[in-house]
């Protein structure tokens, strides 16, 4: 959040000051955390400009606000895999925008998008870069990931990629895991000879991919028991749930 207000020019609330709220919403809303295994409370930071202001210019005021929901899977499919669709004609994000922070303008631009493809039976849109059309950057609202036999590849954070805390996570325990991880340039074309293809964020998870269509053509990959996408998924809800030791201090308990 301090990152992404830097870069949009507004106030940001202190490190201190964001995790105390976030634990103070926790507290408030214990009632509403779902049974073990059946859901979790997703909590939304927003940072708005609510000073009054009519010309272009950074608000004199902003609020803080978080928002908690209980909830279940985010995509409607469950956790069965997706069906993604190769978008080319809309982009997400371009060179030298604000494609790497998390603001309102990296979302609004793909319900366009996102709308044509869900009316055509996919889950979401997998979009390219804005500059050659040729490789891969974001789905919607969370990241990619492509593994070929031990080798796990996804889109390098060059400032149209947002760095999630899920991507990052995924990341250190896949190469605890002994996976050799590359954040690099990943070409459409390399969809192709993929395994298996996964989605990571704070909503999703670490979600399987079934299916990507690209021009017309549907490429399937490996999705259920054995699969890394599995086993990564395994290991970061069970440090999140506690039945995996957490040895990487990634856990805050509220009390």
Known sequence: MKTGAQRMCMASPSIDH????????VLANKRWVPPPGKGSLYLRPLLLGTGPVLGLAPAPEYTFLIFASPVRNYFKEGSAPLNLYVEENFDRASSRGT??????????????????????????????????????EEVSSCNIFIAKGKCISTPATNGTILSGITRKSVIEIAR??????????????????????????????????????YQDKRMEYITGS???CQELNNTISGIQTGTIEDKKGWIVEVD
């Open 176 to 213: 605890d895991h002994g996976y050799q991880v590359e954040e690099r340039a990943v070409a459409v074309d390399e969809l192709i000879e993929a395994d298996e293809v996964f989605c990571t964020g704070t909503a999703v998870g670490v979600a399987p991919v079934g299916s990507i269509t």
């Open 99 to 136: 494609g790497n922070v998390k603001t309102i303008s990296n979302y609004a631009p793909v319900l366009m998008a996102q709308i044509q493809a869900k009316k055509r039976g996919f889950s979401d849109v997998l979009y390219l870069d804005s500059d050659t059309k040729k490789n891969l």
């Open 226 to 228: 054995g699969t890394i």
């Open 18 to 25: 964001f995790v105390d709220a976030l634990k103070q919403t």
